[in-house]
């Protein structure tokens, strides 16, 4: 069966660091796009950052520029996003997404990160940045 489970949050002081894992199993990762997204209490969800298959380019929110980066391992059928210099207004509920595209051909994202793309999705780790 499709899964994507989230893991590594918790709660940082602001400026600190976090790593988060998407896990993924039932579908082949390689050909797979991945994006990150979150929620915050009262807010619509939104795309953070998003990873493509193949040649692995990457996109990423403007508010996240510069401090956050993606990465994914295939052979550990892991993704990856290192948060760095965390802000109070990064506190939100990160899930991870899949787009699992075709065979052996390579599968885009966008940095306007429609969330229509992506069918598979994760239950959510919880980032809370607080003094």
């Known amino acids: 069966q499709v899964q994507l489970v989230e893991s590594g949050g918790g709660l940082v002081h602001p400026g600190g660091s976090l790593r988060l894992s998407c896990a993924a199993s039932g579908f082949t990762l390689d050909d797979s796009a991945i994006g990150w997204f979150r929620q915050a209490p009262g807010k619509e969800r939104e795309g953070v950052s998003c990873i493509s298959s193949s040649d692995g380019s990457t996109h990423y929110a403007d508010s996240v520029k510069g401090r956050f980066t993606i990465s994914r391992d295939n052979a550990k059928h892991t993704v990856y996003l290192q948060m760095n210099s965390l802000k109070p207004e990064d506190t939100a509920v990160y899930y991870c997404?899949?787009?699992?595209?075709?065979?052996?051909?390579?599968?885009?994202?966008?940095?306007?990160?429609?969330?229509?793309?992506?069918?598979?999705w994760g239950q959510g780790t919880q980032v809370t940045v607080s003094s």
């Open positions: 997404a899949a787009d699992p595209g075709s065979p052996m051909i390579q599968t885009m994202c966008t940095s306007g990160f429609p969330a229509g793309q992506y069918n598979y």
